[in-house]
């Protein structure tokens, strides 16, 4: 298996735009009119455009609510806030890492402006906890990765495929881990969407919805991002462009959405009002069918190539303009044109 090189921190004798997306040469100059790949600028652009922070987000509704959600819907709230809190964080360190690995000045970039992005994802989580419950129940939230047995093997899955990168870097191990990330980003981030945006749509924690289809919105660049990392490493590697590849592809999202289904049947359940399990089951195939085709795979699932949650559309895309749903805050400077709308997903 061909290692996979660092990038220099300075080559004097290399050009500003790299000459490959892996072991290429660079001078690790960062002048974004003279960049290897064209999307990594309009990328940048759309990055920048969705920046948000938790401060924007006026939780005094919240606050009086939460106390009147009933028991099993507090305990989701807060069982999936902790699954998100997980992600979030090994997913800023996950993405340094890549960075370090990509030779070109502009992908470490762009991997810089995503781990940052991450990183505020996880202060929503504790800015949402510290409004809500009290410090000792955050801490216990905090920990439920480490507690909680479905969270963990479902956590493992993704870990256990970062860490084969992370300990042995080559080209290959790097194309499978982006697998495991398009999983995280792109899958396992969305029963927990569906949990909040399902609350909002029965007018219950808006604003905390509210800061979920934020992070929904980022997510969906990232998910773009590294779809883009993928097909490049292959188009300028095709050796590594195998069927065993193809196959491990659609296996493991086939696994992650098994996983994800036991996970959201646990949690999720048939208890909470509106969110039903047999079309949350489907919701979870649809988007592994997705994900898994957006790599290049074939889709694990036969069938399952609509949306069953159709409500779900108007929460996920508000940043369209199609619904003022959201209107926890002004959004004045996110300037929302259509280099700044959603990406190609
Ligand atoms: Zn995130
Ligand atoms: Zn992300």
């Known amino acids: 298996m061909l290692e996979i090189k660092k990038r220099d921190l300075i080559d004097v004798d290399a050009p500003n735009a790299s000459t490959g997306i892996v072991n290429g040469k660079s001078s690790n100059i960062l002048n974004w009119d003279d960049v290897r790949f064209p999307w990594a600028y309009p990328k ?12 924007e987000i006026n939780m005094s509704k919240d606050i009086k609510q939460f ?7 507090k305990d989701t709230f807060l069982k999936v806030i902790g699954l998100l809190a997980l992600l979030d964080s090994i997913q800023t360190d996950y993405a340094g890492k890549v960075a370090d ?14 781990a940052q992005q991450e990183v505020v994802h996880n202060h929503s989580y504790s800015y949402v906890l510290s409004s809500i419950v009290p410090k000792a129940k955050q801490d216990e ?14 956590n493992d899955f ?10 042995n870097p080559t ?3 790097l194309l499978h881990s982006i697998i495991y990330d398009v999983i995280l980003e792109g899958l396992f981030f969305y029963s927990g969407f569906a949990f909040f945006y399902n609350l909002a749509r029965n007018q219950k ?16 660049l990232h998910v773009g ?34 996983l994800e289904i036991e996970w959201a049947e646990q949690i999720i359940g048939n208890q909470i009002d509106g969110l039903l399990m047999p079309e949350l089951e489907e919701y979870i195939k649809f988007m592994a069918n997705k994900r898994s085709e957006q790599l290049g795979f074939t889709a694990p699932f036969e069938g399952y190539r609509t949306n069953p949650l159709r409500w779900i559309v108007a929460y996920q895309e508000v940043d369209l303009g199609k619904t003022d749903f959201f209107e926890q805050k002004s959004r004045q400077y996110t300037k929302t044109s259509d280099a700044n709308g959603f990406d190609e997903l």
């Open 67 to 73: 106390p009147n959600l009933t028991e099993q819907e």
């Open 225 to 258: 991002l590294f779809e883009k990392i993928f097909k490049e490493i292959l188009r300028e590697n095709p050796q590594y462009d195998t069927a065993e590849l193809q196959e491990l592809g659609t296996n493991t999202f086939k696994k992650a959405a098994e």
């Open 158 to 167: 993704i870990t256990n495929g970062y860490k084969s990168f992370v300990e």
């Open 171 to 173: 080209v290959e191990n």
């Open 44 to 55: 940048y652009k759309r990055m920048l455009g969705n920046f948000w922070t938790p401060f």
């Open 205 to 220: 924690m808006v604003a905390t919805s509210t800061m979920i289809n934020y992070i929904n919105r980022d997510e969906q």
């Open 101 to 114: 690995y990509l030779t070109d000045s502009s992908l470490n970039a762009l991997m810089i402006i995503l």
């Open 141 to 154: 939230v905090f920990d439920y990765w480490r507690t909680e047995p479905t969270l963990r093997r479902r």
